[in-house]
C-alpha cells in the first residue's frame, strides 16, 4: 500500500513522466504527427496535473516543508533551482490550461504561438521538480557526521 511518506517519490516519477510525454510531443509535431503530438501532450497534461492532486496531499499531509541538508557551495545552487521551479511551477498551471484549451477549440494560431512559450516553462518544472526530489531525498547531500 503506498504511504504518504512513498509521495515523494511517486512526484519524481510523475515528472519524469511529464518530461518524456513533452519530449515526444515536441518532436511528433515536429514531425508532423498531430495524433501523436495530441496523446502525449494530453498525457502530459493529466500526468502533471496527479502530480499537482499528489504533491498537495503530501504536503498537507506532511506538514508541509522538507528541509535541504546539503552544506557549502550546493546550498545555493539548490535554493536558485528551488526558487526558479517555485516560481514557473505557479505561472505553468494557467500557461498550460490555457494553451490545452486553445489546441481543443482548433485555434492553433494562438496555440503555436501560446506553446512556443509554455512548453519550455513546462518542460524545465518537469525536469527540475526531479532535480530537486534528488537533491532532498538521495542522501548524497547529507552532511557529514
Given at each position: 500500500?503506498?504511504a504518504?511518506?512513498?509521495?515523494?517519490?511517486?512526484?519524481?516519477?510523475?515528472?519524469?513522466?511529464?518530461?518524456f510525454?513533452?519530449i515526444?510531443?515536441?518532436?511528433?509535431?515536429?514531425?508532423g504527427?498531430?495524433?501523436?503530438h495530441?496523446?502525449?501532450m494530453?498525457?502530459a497534461?493529466?500526468?502533471?496535473?496527479?502530480?499537482?492532486?499528489?504533491?498537495?496531499?503530501?504536503?498537507?499531509?506532511?506538514?508541509?516543508?522538507?528541509h535541504?541538508?546539503?552544506?557549502?557551495v550546493?546550498?545555493?545552487?539548490?535554493?536558485?533551482?528551488?526558487?526558479?521551479h517555485?516560481i514557473?511551477?505557479?505561472?505553468?498551471?494557467?500557461l498550460?490550461?490555457?494553451?490545452l484549451?486553445?489546441?481543443?477549440?482548433?485555434?492553433?494560431?494562438?496555440?503555436?504561438?501560446?506553446a512556443?512559450?509554455?512548453?519550455?516553462?513546462?518542460?524545465?518544472?518537469s525536469?527540475?521538480?526531479?532535480?530537486i526530489?534528488?537533491?532532498?531525498?538521495?542522501?548524497?547531500?547529507?552532511?557529514?557526521?
Amino acid at each position: 500500500m503506498l504511504a504518504i511518506r512513498d509521495l515523494p517519490d511517486v512526484n519524481a516519477g510523475l515528472n519524469a513522466l511529464a518530461s518524456f510525454l513533452l519530449i515526444g510531443g515536441f518532436i511528433a509535431i515536429k514531425r508532423g504527427k498531430v495524433a501523436f503530438h495530441k496523446r502525449c501532450m494530453l498525457g502530459a497534461f493529466a500526468t502533471s496535473m496527479l502530480f499537482l492532486v499528489s504533491y498537495l496531499t503530501h504536503k498537507i499531509a506532511s506538514g508541509g516543508i522538507t528541509h535541504f541538508r546539503g552544506q557549502g557551495v550546493i546550498r545555493p545552487v539548490y535554493f536558485t533551482i528551488l526558487i526558479t521551479h517555485t516560481i514557473l511551477a505557479v505561472a505553468i498551471v494557467p500557461l498550460t490550461i490555457t494553451t490545452l484549451t486553445f489546441a481543443l477549440r482548433g485555434r492553433f494560431d494562438r496555440h503555436k504561438k501560446l506553446a512556443r512559450i509554455t512548453w519550455p516553462i513546462w518542460l524545465y518544472v518537469s525536469v527540475t521538480g526531479v532535480v530537486i526530489w534528488w537533491m532532498l531525498y538521495s542522501g548524497h547531500f547529507e552532511p557529514l557526521s
